[in-house]
């Protein structure tokens, strides 16, 4: 199982890499316009500034034998912006990038036959056999990004059906509590938080929420705040007990979220999954293995395992 | 507003209360979760009324895992067997991808789930595999298509939906984080939320899985939005 690791600059590259980052991805900024995920921090900090940048980037990943992708991941990127991505594509493949991180089914059509390989971003929701189907049959798709909010029996039914596909899951870093797609915290988000010169993009789920009512009609008053609680999700969201269950499944990578924070930040996190997986590979048995990632979490960060804000927590619901 | 097509979604059998004739097609499914779809003798019921006063249907689809998925391909198959499917409203790639290759004569509608994170053009592939409408619940993200239907939903514009239901099986488990879990359907008990929060503009409803706020909308502006089908939800559609 390799480590997928967000990159933003070339300077990262060695400290990332020897903290135990086996995959890159990236963005880049092409006439000063970004095409991937928007950042709540500034874009210039989670992009590469042009394809300079981005060639020189991928030549000292590959001299150290390690892949590195492209994001161009924007959901929202319509024809005008597929047009921009269409007439770089020569500069996108000269550049030996390993593939592109797509987000819009239009762009990868158009995109298809390219000569690129094409990986689903996370922002598509794959968690049923049809859409990797989908993917695959219509646009030639091989590889991957699992939505977050999916089971570990969605997981492994989904490996299980198409064995020679490559899939990446989530690990560490960011949640939702709301699926992408339905997403609209504009609509009711307060005006002061949608200032565009805010240096952060607040997410609804990084707040707190109180139930209004006086009553819940079957339930008990104090299961209000079990409810509100079930509304958040701050960072930092992390998912390393199910390693254990990602190697029977051949996930092929798990992916850390982070474009945009410190190298500090993003090597902590490197760092962190790597032991994980050093432990997984001394063969402990389930329990034993939560326990000791649990431990490993609490000694990295500083703070207890935050169950609450588990990627997959299914498993210690029994 | 008189050439207007008039949908009402019927989420449940009892929902036929709201309908009269005035609503010449039925949107019958759940787009939030696939658990609460109608199946057994309330979807059979549910099909006589819809034959007995030939109403047009639609069948409403959400976001689906593994699980989700089988339920609605089952449902689809009932439906289509039965003849009475006119449309389907897809809200997942997968349910798209399903429909294209088992169900190409079935008309394609673009949910209001997905068509907010879609740029359409003439051009645009889901044009070119038979896409017929698509669909929103906010005005403010109405694209501007020169071609194809639109369609509008009144009078609540969710913003959120989760797999990690905040009321699911409350009754036993009490983890803040529960994870995404079977249950006894408690959202149809407990009814509407109100929730509120600093970063809110307004209290929220939640019902469910997801959340929704109530519009209030000037039909007269519809006809500038080239709006050609309103769909009425009786109540949050949870």
């Keep these: 199982m390799k480590i997928l690791s967000p990159i933003d600059k070339i300077e990262e590259a060695l400290p990332l890499i020897k903290a135990g980052a086996d995959e890159f991805y990236c963005g880049i900024l092409i006439g000063n316009k970004n095409f991937s995920t928007m950042r709540s921090s500034s874009l210039k900090k989670s992009n590469l500034s042009g394809f300079g940048t981005l060639r020189k980037l991928v030549k000292l990943v590959k001299k150290k034998e390690k892949k590195i992708f492209l994001a161009l991941n924007d959901s929202f990127i319509n024809p005008r912006q597929s047009e921009v991505i269409e007439r770089n594509l020569d500069k996108i493949k000269e550049s030996g990038i390993d593939g592109i991180i797509i987000g819009n089914i239009d762009l990868m059509n158009r995109l298809k036959k390219s000569g690129l390989e094409i990986i689903a971003s996370s922002l598509l929701e794959t968690k049923n056999e049809e859409t990797v189907r989908f993917l695959n049959e219509k646009f030639k798709v091989k590889r991957i990004i699992l939505d977050r909010q999916i089971t570990l029996d969605d997981i492994k039914n989904i490996t299980s059906r198409f064995p020679k596909m490559e899939f990446e899951s989530f690990i560490i870093e960011g949640g939702c509590r709301s699926l992408i797609s339905a997403c609209r915290r504009h609509l009711v988000t307060r005006k002061e938080y949608l200032d565009k010169k805010l240096s952060w993009f607040p997410h609804l789920c990084w707040f707190d929420f109180s139930i209004e009512n006086k009553k819940i009609p079957f339930f008990s008053s104090k299961d209000k705040k079990v409810i509100a609680g079930r509304l958040t999700m701050p960072y930092k969201c992390c998912g390393a007990c199910a390693l254990f269950q990602f190697q029977k499944y051949g996930i092929t990578s798990v992916k850390i979220v982070g474009r945009g924070f410190s190298t500090v930040r993003k090597v902590k996190n490197i760092k962190f999954i790597r032991d994980a997986l050093n432990i997984l590979e001394r063969s402990y048995r389930e329990e034993d293995f939560y326990r000791k990632t649990e431990k490993l979490f609490e000694k990295t960060f500083h703070k207890k395992c935050q169950r609450q804000y588990c990627y997959y927590p299914h498993f210690f619901n029994g | 507003m ?52 030939k109403l047009k249907l639609t069948l409403l689809t959400g976001q689906v895992d593994s699980q989700g998925l089988r339920l609605m ?26 429909t294209l290759r088992k169900f190409p004569a079935i008309k394609i509608i673009l949910g209001r789930m997905l068509s907010r994170s879609i740029i359409l053009d003439e051009n645009s592939y889901f044009y070119k595999t038979g896409l017929r409408r698509v669909e929103y619940d906010n005005l403010s993200e109405i694209q501007k298509i020169k071609s194809g239907n639109i369609s509008y939903y009144y009078p609540y514009s969710f913003f959120y939906n989760s797999r990690y239901c905040p009321v699911a099986d409350l009754g036993h488990n009490k983890l803040k984080n529960h994870g995404i879990i079977e249950c ?13 929060s600093s970063i809110l503009a307004q209290p929220t409803i939640l ?3 997801a959340q929704f706020i109530k519009n209030k909308t000037d039909f007269r ?11 009425f939800q009786p109540h949050v559609p949870v």
């Design chain 2, 73 to 98: 391909k089952k449902m689809f198959l009932y439906l289509t067997k039965g003849r009475i499917l006119d449309e389907i409203a897809i809200n997942d790639y997968g349910m798209f991808g399903y």
């Design chain 2, 221 to 231: 502006s519809l006809i500038n939005f080239k709006i050609n089908r309103l769909i």
């Design chain 2, 2 to 53: 008189n050439n207007m097509e008039k949908a009402i979604i019927i989420n449940r059998i009892e929902d036929f209360k709201y309908w009269n004739r005035k609503y010449s097609r039925i949107y019958l499914g759940n787009e939030f979760c696939p658990r609460l779809l109608p199946r057994g003798k309330e979807l059979d019921d549910i099909i006589k009324i819809i034959k007995k006063e």
């Design chain 2, 184 to 196: 006894f359907k408690e959202c149809l008990r407990i009814g509407e939320l109100k929730v509120n």
């Design chain 2, 207 to 209: 019902k469910g899985n």
